[in-house]
């Protein structure tokens, strides 16, 4: 799994989100805003993220 993960965060460099929330609610009016969000993934931890299955395998019971 940390393998697909570390693989995922190189071809996927960045995950965008749009969030939505009521500003005002105040009767019959009701105000939503939009939040806009983006999570960037750096190369070195895609890098990293299969380093503890590697990790793991190198160890012998």
Do not use: S
């Not at 799994?1 to 749009?18: C, H, K, S, W, Y």
């Amino acid at each position: 799994m940390p393998i697909l993960l570390g693989i995922a965060g190189f071809v996927v460099q960045r995950i965008d989100l749009t969030t939505e929330e009521t500003a005002i609610d105040a009767g019959t009016i009701e105000v939503e805003a939009q939040q806009r969000r983006a999570i960037t993934i750096p190369d070195v931890a895609a890098g990293a993220a299969p380093a503890p299955a590697h990790a793991r395998a190198r160890v012998k019971p």
